[in-house]
């Protein structure tokens, strides 16, 4: 398989090129298992990350280490967005993302004694890529949903030009 | 909502008691979004965890922080197999597993790459709730077919008596 060499906060690894699309090649960044990149992108992120926040947000599945490593630097709570319904679920914040790449719809679900916890809060969205930006104006439609307020955009990689400002640290190619 | 005391490692959180079942009623572990919980849950488990251990196994989404801090913990890579297929896997481990008490068919997928990281390795399965042991059951099939020998099963939280031998360090009750 053929690899990429992507680097944050000084550690490389060698990923796999995937193409999502036919002659669009782009590096897939795993962090899910690799406790060393994921520690250091949340050193490389912790600069980002306003004074004032009071907890941080992002979405399943692969952002959740990064952002648990982070929060726990910081000493802030984190809320995770569920890309599926659960069973538990009560009355949940349910938000569209608009993935016209993927033709797929992606949808975000918030159970409400999670959204509770962005209740007059200064929130911090956290992802790993940020690409289109479609998913990260989700996750701001759903704090908002929530009453809460957003203090910054903060993304790992950015890979493209997303359609909304986001602040990265290192960037992706699209091949 | 009424909650319920649980305790792990030293540190309490009252949990909203959900309703799975008309009648049954059992306590939500969150670890998800909980850094000071899931850290004292992974102090509690690390000595359960076989000194022979090469890599961890856990699986989509609350056990994947409490697996990332062990494995930060040991210096030990994991691997996490998916509740959903993913558009880049290729040639995955399809494991169903038997969920009669959802009575919904979950299926736990792992991309063909992480399953190499699985072949000839000692490998400890981690949970955060074992309660059927149904989904213990399909990981451990899902190391084997990837060629892998489990050495360990081991979860924070045993919740009823499960089909197969578990390690845990709490139990939660079923009210």
Same mark, same amino acid.
């Given at each position: 398989m053929?690899?990429?060499?992507?680097?944050?906060?000084?550690?490389?690894?060698? @990923?796999?090129? =995937?193409?999502?699309?036919?002659?669009?090649?782009?590096?897939l960044?795993e +962090?899910?298992?690799?406790?060393?990149?994921v520690?250091?992108?949340?050193?490389? !992120?912790k600069?980002?990350?306003?004074?004032?926040?009071?907890v941080? +947000?992002?979405?399943?599945?692969?952002p =959740?280490?990064?952002t648990?490593?982070?929060?726990?630097?910081?000493? !802030?709570?984190?809320v995770?967005?569920?890309?599926?319904?659960?069973?538990?679920?009560?009355?949940?914040i349910?938000?569209?993302?608009e993935t016209?790449t993927?033709?797929?719809?992606? @949808? !975000?679900?918030?159970?409400?004694? +999670?959204?509770?916890?962005?209740?007059?809060?200064? @929130?911090?969205?956290?992802?790993d890529?940020?690409s289109?930006?479609?998913?990260?104006?989700?996750?701001?439609?759903?704090? !908002?949903?929530?009453?809460?307020? @957003?203090?910054?955009?903060?993304?790992? +990689?950015?890979?493209?030009?997303?359609?909304?400002?986001?602040?990265?640290?290192?960037?992706?190619?699209?091949?």
């Amino acid at each position: 398989m053929e690899t990429y060499p992507i680097t944050i906060g000084g550690v490389t690894r060698h @990923v796999p090129l =995937i193409e999502p699309l036919p002659g669009r090649r782009i590096p897939l960044v795993e +962090f899910l298992g690799d406790p060393e990149l994921v520690r250091a992108a949340a050193e490389a !992120l912790k600069p980002l990350v306003p004074k004032e926040t009071e907890v941080l +947000f992002t979405t399943e599945t692969s952002p =959740i280490p990064l952002t648990h490593v982070l929060a726990e630097e910081m000493g !802030l709570p984190y809320v995770v967005a569920r890309r599926r319904r659960r069973p538990y679920m009560e009355d949940p914040i349910i938000q569209e993302v608009e993935t016209l790449t993927l033709g797929v719809g992606e @949808v !975000l679900w918030l159970d409400r004694r +999670f959204a509770e916890k962005l209740l007059n809060q200064k @929130v911090a969205l956290i992802s790993d890529v940020v690409s289109s930006g479609e998913t990260m104006k989700a996750m701001e439609k759903v704090v !908002l949903r929530a009453g809460g307020h @957003v203090v910054a955009r903060i993304a790992a +990689f950015r890979q493209g030009t997303p359609g909304l400002e986001v602040l990265t640290v290192a960037e992706l190619p699209v091949l």
